[in-house]
């Protein structure tokens, strides 16, 4: 059976939250996508794009790291280029992780969190975190590679209670 669909080729996910009020710590929220071979879809992430980097082959690539969420509308970009990504990648998962550099944190305690994934002019989705507000930590979305190769999505909010390491290691579970 043909398609006339292409699949996702490069999306953007912005994030956004209100600076903290003045004399608290700063909230640093972290945009975090995890990267998983086909021998390994839900093990432990081939690579992660984290705080101010980008993947080995330049593929996924974190534009802006803020850490105050000081700034008009979104403050932290990534951009995904899926249809580069070599074949042996399957899954990419997206998710946003507190800083508990300060002492704990969830969702529901910072002010006007949002994140969106887009495809260049088409909002994919946009969550403002209310489901998961005593989460640290939550899963935005899942890139599949289909049979014939095109890469899909698939937004689904899941928040976990953890430091942003452990997160790292759970979020593709």
Not at 6 to 31: A, F, H
Not at 77 to 85: A, Q, V
């Amino acid at each position: 059976m043909s398609t006339l669909s292409k699949g996702i080729e490069k999306v953007e996910v912005t994030l956004k939250w209100d600076p903290s009020p003045l004399g608290t710590p700063d909230n640093d929220l972290d945009i975090v996508a995890a990267t998983y071979t086909a021998d390994a879809p839900h093990g432990e992430p081939a690579y992660l794009v984290h705080f101010d980097s980008r993947s080995p082959d330049g593929t996924i690539t974190l534009n802006r790291d803020s850490r105050t969420g000081q700034g008009f509308g979104f403050d932290e970009i990534m951009t995904l280029e899926l249809d580069r990504l070599a074949e042996t990648y399957t899954r990419v998962i997206v998710g946003v992780a507190i800083q508990q550099a300060e002492g704990r944190k969830v969702f529901g305690d910072i002010a006007n969190t949002a994140v969106r994934i887009r495809e260049g002019y088409t909002d994919l989705t946009e969550h403002d975190f209310t489901e998961v507000a005593g989460a640290t930590a939550a899963t935005v979305a899942e890139f599949t590679r289909d049979e014939g190769g095109q890469w899909r999505f698939r937004s689904g909010l899941r928040g976990f209670d953890t430091d942003p390491h452990a997160f790292t290691s759970e979020m593709g579970r």
